[in-house]
Every structure is written in structure tokens, then in C-alpha cells.
């Protein structure tokens, strides 16, 4: 049993460069999440998508776009990379209405 | 604004040595505190929910509590495998199932 798997687990990007980190969920959870976690400042929720069809934006969005392609994907991209947005991302699922969220491994990003 | 705070940032025990971690909270309507696990290059780990106070939660050397203002994760006789990085969270009222996490305390046990 998979759970929660993101890709890439590792990238390094130049700034402007874009990407798209992927995430896929096999626990038939409608909710699905992303995070970024930065040293002193904890998870801060990016985008999520409490069910499928639907995306809203969390604590800190700008710089980024998501994609709920359909009830086991759940994309983030990144359209012109800063270095500010140089972190750990990640993605997470639950049934919804419970706060049990099951995270992935964590993808690292570096942007130059 | 809703706001949690976790304390104290990193704590070092021996083992054996029990202690407690704090979160503490301001929100406009609590609906479940949360405490998970997160061991170094790996996501965080669901342990407890707690949705109201004077209510308590075990699992192994671990219990949560929970009051009006604050959650204590009481760690009990602590083995070296206990050490990682613990956060706390909160579901809001209002809002749709998404959490606001603390920065987290950081546990090592030595042997």
C-alpha cells in the first residue's frame, strides 16, 4: 500500500525555470493538500482541494497554480521560480471532515 | 488571527527522563487538535486528536491533553527511538478540513 507518493523527491531549478511537482494518493481520500516546510517556520499550507473539482488557496500562494486532475492527483507547478520558494513541499490526503492527514515522503527543492 | 505556538523549540532528555511539550493556541473555534511525528527527511506522522478539554489520548510512552488554551504531549521514560520533531495543529471553524501546524519541538534522547 502505497499512500501518499510524490515526485520529484529531489529537484534543482534556476530562477524562472518552471516545473510541475506531482502527487498521487491511493487511499480514495477527497481531500488532498500542499505544504511547503521551512526551517522556524513550520508547515504553512500552500493550496488544497477539499474534493474533487475543487482547489482553494491556503496561507501562501503566490508563485504558484495546482491541479486537481482528478480524485487521486493533485499537481503543484511552479510557473517562474524564485529562490524564495527554494524548500521542502509536502503533499498530504484525508477523508474528509478529519484533520488525520497522511503526508508523502516530501519533495526538496533548490532554486538557484 | 489564529495562531499556534509550540514550546520549547528543541529539548534534549536522557533516557528514562520524562518531560512535556506545550502547544498553545488562539483560535476562533477549535474543532480537533492534532499531534504528529516527524522523523529527519521523512513527512510528518498522524498520533493523537483531541477535541475537547479535560480529554486525553495514549499510545505507548506518549499522552495528550488538552485544555482551553494549550495541548500537552507528556512523554513518559523516553527511549532513544522517541527522538524527532513533534507538531502540533488545529482545525478551525469556518474553515474546510485544512490545518494551522506549529513550528514544531525538536526531541533528542540520549542513551
Known amino acids: 500500500n502505497a499512500g ?25 481520500h477527497n481531500s ?8 522556524g517556520m513550520g ?10 473539482g475543487t482547489t482553494d488557496k491556503g496561507e501562501v500562494p503566490n508563485g504558484y497554480n495546482v491541479s486537481r486532475l482528478n480524485k487521486r492527483e493533485f499537481s503543484l507547478r511552479l510557473e517562474s521560480a524564485a529562490p524564495s520558494q527554494t524548500s521542502v513541499y509536502f503533499c498530504a490526503s484525508t477523508i474528509s471532515g478529519t484533520g488525520e492527514l497522511f503526508f508523502g515522503e516530501g519533495s526538496r527543492l533548490t532554486v538557484l | 488571527e489564529d495562531q499556534v505556538t509550540q514550546s520549547p ?17 488562539t483560535v476562533s473555534g477549535l ?11 521523512k513527512g510528518p ?9 479535560g480529554e486525553e ?3 505507548e510512552r ?6 482551553k488554551k494549550e495541548s500537552f504531549l507528556h512523554i513518559t521514560a523516553p527511549k532513544p527511538e522517541d527522538s524527532a520533531t513533534y507538531l502540533c495543529a488545529v482545525r478551525v471553524s469556518g474553515n474546510t478540513g485544512k490545518l494551522i501546524f506549529g513550528q514544531g519541538t525538536t526531541l533528542q534522547v540520549k542513551p
Open chain 2, 57 to 59: 489520548k495514549e499510545k
Open chain 1, 4 to 28: 501518499v507518493t510524490q515526485t520529484p523527491k529531489f529537484q534543482v531549478l534556476k530562477t524562472g525555470q518552471s516545473m510541475t511537482l506531482q502527487c498521487a494518493q491511493d487511499m480514495n
Open chain 1, 32 to 39: 488532498m493538500y500542499w505544504y511547503r516546510q521551512d526551517p
Open chain 1, 43 to 52: 508547515l504553512r499550507l500552500i493550496y488544497y482541494s477539499a474534493s474533487e
Open chain 2, 31 to 41: 474543532r480537533g487538535l492534532f499531534w504528529y511525528r516527524q522523523d529527519p527527511g
Open chain 2, 9 to 25: 523549540e528543541a529539548l534534549r532528555l536522557q533516557e528514562g527522563e520524562s518531560s512535556s511539550l506545550n502547544c498553545s493556541y
Open chain 2, 62 to 67: 506518549l499522552k495528550a491533553t488538552l485544555t
Open chain 2, 45 to 53: 506522522e498522524f498520533l493523537f486528536t483531541l477535541y475537547s478539554a
